[in-house]
């Protein structure tokens, strides 16, 4: 079984900075997976925000770009998303998503609220 785990999430300024972490444990071959942040409001669709792959290239969202810097530590078995200059439209549950070849796994998200 694996389980994601997100921390780091809460309330800030908008402005201010974040830094997301999720560790996986478990039966997952942490360094191969592609891991992936997520980002969700209510009555919306799931949003992709940062991909970073086994080789450590990443991508993202045109939204965070320039703000948000996705990173990993494979000793950790731990993905990071740095959020710096946030906005209240970044007020969302971010989740961890960690893909091995034929699995995908899911974290149980983390509230991130940007508001004065």
């Known amino acids: 079984q694996v389980q994601l785990e997100e921390s780091g999430g809460g309330l800030v300024q908008p402005g201010g900075s974040l830094r997301l972490s999720c560790t996986a444990s478990g039966n997952i071959f942490f360094s191969i997976s592609n891991m992936y942040w997520f980002r969700q409001v209510p009555g919306k669709q799931r949003e992709l925000v940062a991909t970073i792959t086994s080789g450590s290239s990443t991508n993202y969202a045109d939204s965070v770009k320039g703000r948000f810097t996705i990173s990993r530590d494979n000793a950790k078995n731990t993905v990071y998303l740095q959020m710096n200059s946030l906005k209240p439209e970044d007020t969302a549950v971010y989740y961890c998503?960690?893909?091995?070849?034929?699995?995908?796994?899911w974290g149980q998200g983390t509230q991130v609220t940007v508001s004065s």
């Open positions: 998503n960690a893909k091995e070849p034929g699995r995908s796994y």
